[in-house]
């Protein structure tokens, strides 16, 4: 007996199967296609010295890859209610909550709907004038490097100006008399 990956390899043309939406199961398992980026893609770079980058390292796929599909949830995902609506509140309660609202409502005050409270916070949005900050494409032992040499420079001149020849001659010891 054929099994149904058979089966479909058999009755669906392949060039019919890649204009149509059927589409066969991806590597390793997993249920989409892959969707993982190549090198010129990358956008996160590594520095490898020298004033060189390279694509950062790709990261391994995840181990539970094509065991279930899990369903798109929509675009706020929202908690259902656990017990009826007003359930803790007596009758007068529930009228004094009403009155208050309608309150506000004429007063002009917004009061969230359920849709509002229950959706995700959104995320911060970024500033649009934001630059990110060029990588230098040095490591970090150049930077260091770099760093105490400008540093190095900067107390010579210092040196230089106060005709010193050294830091031990710019820190004063207070003697007792």
């Excluded at 009755?11 to 059927?22: A, L, T």
């Excluded at 004094?96 to 959706?119: F, H, N």
């Excluded at 649009?128 to 900050?133: C, F, L, Q, R």
Aim: proline residues 3%; positive net charge; glycine residues 8%.
């Amino acid at each position: 007996m054929k099994s149904f990956q058979q089966f479909m390899l058999e009755v669906y043309d392949p060039e019919i199967q890649g204009r149509s939406q059927i589409t066969k199961q991806g590597e390793g398992g997993r249920i989409g296609r892959k969707r993982k980026q190549t090198d010129a893609e990358k956008k996160r770079v590594k520095a490898v010295g020298g004033g060189k980058t390279t694509p950062a390292k790709t990261y391994k796929d995840k181990s539970d890859i094509g065991i279930t599909n899990r369903k798109r949830s929509p675009a706020g995902r929202q908690q259902q209610p656990t017990q009826d609506k007003g359930v803790k509140l007596s009758a007068r309660e529930q009228q004094r909550k009403a009155a208050q609202e309608r309150r506000a409502a004429k007063s002009g005050a917004k009061t969230k709907s359920a849709d509002e409270l229950l959706a995700k916070k959104t995320k911060k949005s970024v500033d649009p004038n934001y630059k990110p900050v060029k990588a230098s494409g040095l490591t970090t032992k150049e930077r260091k490097s770099l760093y105490k040499k400008g540093e190095r420079a900067l107390r010579d001149i210092r040196l230089k100006n106060l005709g010193k020849k050294s830091e031990k001659e710019l820190t004063h010891k207070v003697t007792s008399k």
